[in-house]
């Protein structure tokens, strides 16, 4: 270790008259030296955290608000679609294939959020893009204090990194796919004659989630 | 000789702050990068939980909207005119923003928003609920 080469540095014969002196002297020095680097990396942990958990934070929200629009949307429509086979039809059950496929899509969202969390919990493609991003948030480690002092809410200091890029993360949603239930969707709307306007928001989903 | 212990010194002192550095930057590299993961779990729950009430809500009032566009009656009227103030609400709600000031506030208004329409469209109060409760099995008519 480096410190070894400057205590010899100054040492030479001086310090040899007086070996067992030395090497406690250099358990002592290993071990304060032992503790500074625990001592810092206890600190650094904790400034690291502070410094990028707002920054995660923000990151998985775009991403995770992007995953679920389509899914939420075809759940309301579905969904006002069964309402509306009520007030048509009161005396009629609600189409088997109405209530089947609200159940799917509940399922399907479900399932999103599940393998989403499953995504994340080891998100491996992204751990080289993350280390770029400690080197980026690293360069400024004087003004490091990241929700101290310095850093306000909305100020500079957390903002600085935010367009920093972290490779997206891939998961693969068990069952059927989004298209399949859209187009179930768009199915049941031309069966009970519902307007066209409806198909075309649907395409629109559809065409979005390719 | 004190310019000697001068440079011990400096060099015990130097070694001090660097070895306190070395650790500092390995534990900022490993917190930066636990907090990022954390940090994004939470985000993408947040998000994802969100975005998918926004967008039900957007679903559910273009359908009706579609559904009710060709009548005249003063009724259909006012539940679309109601509809037609969801949806543009919506549609000006950054809610994939997370850094949006009145994420919550909108959100709030948007759900109050809904509960307009579905009274004025006869829906049970309680309708989105049973709809969110599906997916945990809780299946009630």
Known sequence: MSWVKSVQYSGEDVFDEDADDINLQDKEWKYNMKKRVKDGYVDGIDHGKEASLQLGFNMGYREGAEKTIAVGRLKGVISAIQCWCQFQRPDNPIPASVADLLQRVVKHEDYIMEAMRMGLENPMPSVSDVSETMEDLAVGEGEMSCGGAGCSKGSGCCKKSSNVELGSFFFTVPGESLEQLLQCCMDIVSELGLPLELIQHLEQLKSATE | ?141
């Open chain 2, 1 to 141: 000789m004190s310019r000697e212990s001068d440079d011990l010194f400096d060099c015990i002192v130097m070694a001090d702050d660097r070895f306190h550095v070395e650790g500092y930057r390995e534990g900022f590299n490993e917190g930066t990068r636990q907090g990022m993961i954390d940090g994004r779990k939470h985000g993408a729950s947040h998000g994802a939980k969100l975005s998918m009430e926004v967008s039900f809500y957007y679903g559910f009032g273009i359908t009706w909207k579609c559904l009710l566009q060709n009548n005249v009656d003063a009724k259909a009227r006012k539940r679309l005119k109601a509809l037609e103030s969801l949806l543009g609400l919506i549609q000006k709600f950054p809610h994939k923003d997370p850094q949006f000031e009145n994420l919550q506030e909108d959100m709030e208004k948007v759900r109050a928003k809904f509960r307009q329409v579905c009274s004025l469209l006869n829906v049970p109060t309680d309708f989105s609920d049973y709809v969110k409760s599906g997916g945990s099995g809780g299946m009630s008519f």
